[in-house]
Protein backbone atom coordinates (compact mmCIF):
# COMPACT_ATOMS: atom_id res chain seq x y z
CA UNK A 1 0.00 0.00 0.00
CA UNK A 2 0.98 3.51 -0.35
CA UNK A 3 1.95 5.71 1.86
CA UNK A 4 3.34 9.22 2.47
CA UNK A 5 5.59 10.01 5.15
CA UNK A 6 6.41 13.86 6.70
CA UNK A 7 8.41 13.64 9.17
CA UNK A 8 8.75 17.29 9.91
CA UNK A 9 5.60 18.44 11.73
CA UNK A 10 6.95 21.94 12.24
CA UNK A 11 9.63 23.95 10.63
CA UNK A 12 10.71 27.33 11.72
CA UNK A 13 12.89 29.70 9.66
CA UNK A 14 14.57 32.77 9.36
CA UNK A 15 12.69 35.23 6.63
CA UNK A 16 15.60 34.84 3.59
CA UNK A 17 16.80 32.15 4.69
CA UNK A 18 17.04 28.76 2.68
CA UNK A 19 14.24 26.04 3.33
CA UNK A 20 13.91 22.36 2.86
CA UNK A 21 10.21 20.57 3.61
CA UNK A 22 11.10 16.65 3.53
CA UNK A 23 8.56 14.06 1.93
CA UNK A 24 9.35 10.23 1.36
CA UNK A 25 6.76 7.97 -0.11
CA UNK A 26 6.41 4.00 -0.63
CA UNK A 27 4.95 2.48 -3.57
CA UNK A 28 5.80 0.03 -5.56
CA UNK A 29 4.95 0.89 -8.75
CA UNK A 30 5.58 4.11 -10.92
CA UNK A 31 3.94 7.77 -8.84
CA UNK A 32 3.32 10.82 -9.50
CA UNK A 33 3.96 13.18 -7.06
CA UNK A 34 2.28 16.77 -5.87
CA UNK A 35 3.07 19.22 -3.30
CA UNK A 36 0.29 21.51 -2.07
CA UNK A 37 0.13 24.26 0.35
CA UNK A 38 -2.62 25.66 2.76
CA UNK A 39 -3.24 28.57 3.75
CA UNK A 40 -4.52 29.50 7.13
CA UNK A 41 -8.46 28.90 7.00
CA UNK A 42 -7.94 28.09 3.40
CA UNK A 43 -8.18 25.18 0.72
CA UNK A 44 -4.94 23.74 -0.65
CA UNK A 45 -3.41 25.17 -4.03
CA UNK A 46 -1.60 22.87 -6.03
CA UNK A 47 2.53 23.87 -5.87
CA UNK A 48 3.67 22.09 -8.33
CA UNK A 49 3.75 18.23 -9.59
CA UNK A 50 6.18 15.50 -10.84
CA UNK A 51 4.68 13.48 -13.62
CA UNK A 52 7.68 12.06 -15.59
CA UNK A 53 10.79 13.57 -17.44
CA UNK A 54 13.35 15.75 -15.35
CA UNK A 55 13.56 15.19 -11.79
CA UNK A 56 14.02 18.87 -10.63
CA UNK A 57 10.31 20.26 -10.81
CA UNK A 58 9.43 23.98 -10.34
CA UNK A 59 6.44 25.29 -8.91
CA UNK A 60 5.09 28.54 -8.31
CA UNK A 61 6.10 30.84 -5.91
CA UNK A 62 10.13 30.09 -6.63
CA UNK A 63 9.41 26.82 -4.68
CA UNK A 64 10.91 23.69 -6.93
CA UNK A 65 10.96 19.77 -5.38
CA UNK A 66 13.22 16.99 -6.58
CA UNK A 67 12.19 13.32 -7.23
CA UNK A 68 14.32 10.72 -6.24
CA UNK A 69 13.65 7.46 -6.95
CA UNK A 70 16.41 5.52 -5.31
CA UNK A 71 15.46 7.05 -2.05
CA UNK A 72 11.93 7.62 -2.87
CA UNK A 73 11.63 10.79 -1.90
CA UNK A 74 10.53 14.46 -3.57
CA UNK A 75 11.56 17.51 -1.15
CA UNK A 76 10.20 20.68 -1.42
CA UNK A 77 13.16 23.77 -1.42
CA UNK A 78 13.02 26.96 -1.39
CA UNK A 79 16.19 29.08 -1.59
CA UNK A 80 15.01 32.70 0.27
CA UNK A 81 11.91 32.28 1.94
CA UNK A 82 9.31 35.10 3.01
CA UNK A 83 6.71 36.08 6.34
CA UNK A 84 3.84 34.90 2.92
CA UNK A 85 5.36 31.22 2.80
CA UNK A 86 3.80 31.03 6.32
CA UNK A 87 1.10 28.11 5.69
CA UNK A 88 1.29 24.15 5.55
CA UNK A 89 2.63 22.19 3.47
CA UNK A 90 1.15 18.59 2.00
CA UNK A 91 3.05 16.29 0.24
CA UNK A 92 0.68 13.70 -1.97
CA UNK A 93 1.62 11.15 -4.33
CA UNK A 94 -0.75 8.85 -6.93
CA UNK A 95 -0.15 5.42 -8.43
CA UNK A 96 -1.79 6.10 -11.26
CA UNK A 97 -5.30 5.45 -9.25
CA UNK A 98 -6.17 8.93 -9.62
CA UNK A 99 -6.56 8.69 -5.89
CA UNK A 100 -3.93 10.87 -4.27
CA UNK A 101 -2.15 9.59 -0.54
CA UNK A 102 -1.51 12.74 1.46
CA UNK A 103 1.08 13.37 3.95
CA UNK A 104 0.35 14.35 7.67
CA UNK A 105 1.63 17.76 6.36
CA UNK A 106 4.23 20.36 7.74
CA UNK A 107 3.92 23.92 9.43
CA UNK A 108 6.63 26.16 7.90
CA UNK A 109 6.61 29.19 10.17
CA UNK A 110 9.07 32.16 8.51
CA UNK A 111 11.00 34.46 11.54
CA UNK A 112 10.82 38.19 10.81
CA UNK B 1 -13.41 31.26 -12.47
CA UNK B 2 -15.34 29.55 -9.64
CA UNK B 3 -13.77 26.52 -9.78
CA UNK B 4 -15.00 24.44 -6.98
CA UNK B 5 -17.47 26.03 -4.97
CA UNK B 6 -18.14 24.02 -1.53
CA UNK B 7 -21.42 25.06 0.46
CA UNK B 8 -21.82 25.61 3.50
CA UNK B 9 -18.84 26.93 4.96
CA UNK B 10 -19.64 26.52 8.24
CA UNK B 11 -22.09 24.26 10.04
CA UNK B 12 -23.31 23.20 13.99
CA UNK B 13 -25.74 19.82 13.74
CA UNK B 14 -26.49 18.10 17.40
CA UNK B 15 -25.89 14.75 17.68
CA UNK B 16 -28.18 12.36 15.43
CA UNK B 17 -28.93 14.91 13.19
CA UNK B 18 -28.26 14.52 9.70
CA UNK B 19 -27.19 16.66 6.79
CA UNK B 20 -25.64 17.05 3.24
CA UNK B 21 -22.57 18.80 2.24
CA UNK B 22 -22.51 20.34 -1.75
CA UNK B 23 -19.77 20.49 -4.19
CA UNK B 24 -19.99 21.96 -7.47
CA UNK B 25 -17.81 22.12 -9.79
CA UNK B 26 -17.46 24.21 -13.12
CA UNK B 27 -14.39 22.56 -15.05
CA UNK B 28 -16.11 19.48 -16.46
CA UNK B 29 -13.67 17.53 -14.13
CA UNK B 30 -14.55 13.70 -14.74
CA UNK B 31 -13.30 12.75 -11.07
CA UNK B 32 -14.47 14.18 -7.91
CA UNK B 33 -13.61 13.53 -4.09
CA UNK B 34 -14.31 14.55 -0.46
CA UNK B 35 -11.43 14.44 2.10
CA UNK B 36 -11.81 15.45 5.84
CA UNK B 37 -8.72 17.05 7.48
CA UNK B 38 -7.99 16.40 11.22
CA UNK B 39 -5.18 17.86 13.40
CA UNK B 40 -1.91 15.98 12.67
CA UNK B 41 -3.60 13.71 10.20
CA UNK B 42 -3.89 15.17 6.95
CA UNK B 43 -6.52 14.47 4.56
CA UNK B 44 -8.17 11.47 4.67
CA UNK B 45 -10.22 10.36 1.79
CA UNK B 46 -13.84 9.50 2.41
CA UNK B 47 -15.98 8.24 -0.48
CA UNK B 48 -14.68 9.84 -4.63
CA UNK B 49 -16.33 9.39 -7.96
CA UNK B 50 -14.62 8.77 -11.37
CA UNK B 51 -17.96 9.69 -13.61
CA UNK B 52 -21.42 10.71 -13.34
CA UNK B 53 -23.03 8.17 -11.46
CA UNK B 54 -20.25 6.06 -9.69
CA UNK B 55 -19.29 6.57 -6.50
CA UNK B 56 -16.33 4.63 -4.43
CA UNK B 57 -15.38 4.23 -0.42
CA UNK B 58 -12.40 5.61 0.26
CA UNK B 59 -10.13 5.33 3.34
CA UNK B 60 -12.68 6.47 6.16
CA UNK B 61 -16.33 6.01 4.74
CA UNK B 62 -17.93 4.79 7.44
CA UNK B 63 -21.01 6.82 8.35
CA UNK B 64 -21.48 9.05 4.90
CA UNK B 65 -23.29 8.60 2.08
CA UNK B 66 -22.41 10.21 -1.56
CA UNK B 67 -24.03 10.60 -4.38
CA UNK B 68 -23.32 11.74 -7.98
CA UNK B 69 -26.43 12.56 -10.15
CA UNK B 70 -24.56 15.32 -12.47
CA UNK B 71 -21.53 15.48 -13.51
CA UNK B 72 -20.75 18.76 -11.75
CA UNK B 73 -21.84 17.88 -8.33
CA UNK B 74 -20.73 15.43 -5.70
CA UNK B 75 -22.92 15.37 -2.83
CA UNK B 76 -21.50 13.87 1.07
CA UNK B 77 -24.73 13.13 3.19
CA UNK B 78 -24.20 12.10 7.02
CA UNK B 79 -27.51 10.18 7.87
CA UNK B 80 -26.90 10.48 11.74
CA UNK B 81 -24.23 12.73 12.70
CA UNK B 82 -21.46 11.94 15.25
CA UNK B 83 -18.94 14.12 17.60
CA UNK B 84 -16.08 12.02 16.11
CA UNK B 85 -17.32 13.45 12.54
CA UNK B 86 -16.25 17.05 13.39
CA UNK B 87 -13.65 17.89 11.18
CA UNK B 88 -12.93 20.19 7.70
CA UNK B 89 -14.33 18.84 4.58
CA UNK B 90 -13.00 19.48 1.33
CA UNK B 91 -14.28 18.79 -1.92
CA UNK B 92 -11.73 18.28 -4.96
CA UNK B 93 -11.80 17.71 -8.36
CA UNK B 94 -9.31 16.74 -11.36
CA UNK B 95 -8.73 15.61 -14.42
CA UNK B 96 -6.22 12.83 -15.22
CA UNK B 97 -2.70 13.80 -13.72
CA UNK B 98 -3.37 17.47 -13.73
CA UNK B 99 -3.70 17.80 -9.96
CA UNK B 100 -7.09 17.97 -7.55
CA UNK B 101 -8.38 21.63 -7.58
CA UNK B 102 -9.67 22.16 -3.98
CA UNK B 103 -12.69 23.70 -2.75
CA UNK B 104 -12.32 26.25 0.17
CA UNK B 105 -13.46 23.53 3.05
CA UNK B 106 -16.86 23.55 5.19
CA UNK B 107 -16.05 23.23 9.38
CA UNK B 108 -18.40 21.03 10.63
CA UNK B 109 -18.83 21.00 13.99
CA UNK B 110 -20.92 18.10 15.99
CA UNK B 111 -22.08 18.12 19.18
Known amino acids: AQSVTQLDSQVPVFEEAPVELRCNYS??????LFWYVQYPNQGLQLLLK??????LVKGINGFEAEFNKSQTSFHLRKPSVHISDTAEYFC??????????FGTGTRLKVLA | NAGVTQTPKFRVLKTGQSMTLLCAQD?????MYWYRQDPGMGLRLIHY???????AKGEVPDGYNVSRLKKQNFLLGLESAAPSQTSVYFC??????????FGSGTRLTVV
Open chain 1, 50 to 55: YLSGST
Open chain 1, 92 to 101: AVDSGTYKYI
Open chain 1, 27 to 32: SSVSVY
Open chain 2, 27 to 31: MNHEY
Open chain 2, 92 to 101: ASSRRQDGYT
Open chain 2, 49 to 55: SVGEGTT
